[in-house]
C-alpha cells in the first residue's frame, strides 16, 4: 500500500514513470470501486430479487389452495425398488374435492411416503382443481434473494477486475511502444558514447 500511494503522488524515482502512476490510479480506482460498488451491487441485485419473488410467493398463495386428499391406491416408486433404490418423490392415486363440488381423481407427486388406501393427504391445486406444487414459502424465497444478491456482488467484482486487466494491458502496450520508440531511436548510439562519434 506504502509503495502504491508513493506512486500515486507522483515522488520521482529513477525507474517510475507516469505509465507506473497511471496503473497506481487504476489500481486504486478499481480497489475503490471492489470495496464500495461490488457491495451496493450485491445489495441492488439483492433487493429487487427479493421484492420480485415476494410478490411471487403472495401470487403463488393467493392461486395455490390446499385441500385434503385421499389415497385410492398403492404408491407408485420411481427408481429399482429391487435394489432398495426409490426416489424420493413417488407417485400416489389420490381422489380430492374439485371447485365446483366434484370429486376429481389423479396422481400426485409427494415427497414423503403416504399411507395406505383411505388415508388422507394435503395437496395443492390451482383455481380450476388441477394438481399444483406448493407454494414457494418465505424462507426459501430470502434463501433465492440472499444468492440472488451474492450472484451480483460476484458479477460486479469481477466485472471490476475484467476492467482493471483490460485497462492495465492497454497501459502495458502503450509502455512497450513507447519504449520500441525510445530503443529504436537509441539503438544506432548504443556503444558510442565517448567516442566522440
Avoid at 503522488?9 to 497511471?22: F, I, M, V, Y
Amino acid at each position: 500500500m506504502r509503495v502504491l500511494w508513493e506512486t500515486l503522488l507522483g515522488r520521482r524515482g529513477p525507474l517510475r514513470h507516469a505509465p507506473d502512476r497511471h496503473e497506481a490510479w487504476v489500481a486504486l480506482g478499481a480497489l475503490l470501486l471492489l470495496v464500495t460498488g461490488a457491495p451496493v451491487a450485491g445489495w441492488a441485485g439483492g433487493a429487487v430479487a427479493d421484492a420480485a419473488l415476494r410478490r411471487a410467493v403472495h401470487a403463488q398463495h393467493a392461486e395455490r389452495h390446499a385441500v385434503e386428499a385421499v389415497v385410492v391406491g398403492p404408491t407408485r416408486f420411481a427408481g429399482d425398488p429391487e435394489g432398495g433404490r426409490q426416489s424420493p418423490r413417488a407417485r400416489v392415486p389420490v381422489s380430492w374435492p374439485a371447485p365446483d363440488g366434484t370429486t376429481r381423481t389423479g396422481e400426485v407427486a409427494v415427497a414423503s411416503r403416504p399411507g395406505p388406501p383411505g388415508s388422507r393427504l394435503r395437496i395443492w391445486t390451482d383455481a380450476a382443481g388441477l394438481p399444483v406444487a406448493p407454494p414457494m414459502d418465505g424462507h426459501t424465497a430470502r434463501t433465492h434473494a440472499l444468492l440472488g444478491g451474492v450472484g451480483s456482488f460476484l458479477v460486479a467484482a469481477a466485472g471490476v477486475e475484467a476492467g482493471r486487466r483490460l485497462v492495465v494491458r492497454r497501459l502495458v502496450r502503450r509502455r512497450h511502444a513507447r519504449l520500441d520508440r525510445e530503443w529504436a531511436a537509441t539503438a544506432p548510439h548504443w556503444g558510442r558514447t565517448g567516442t566522440g562519434g
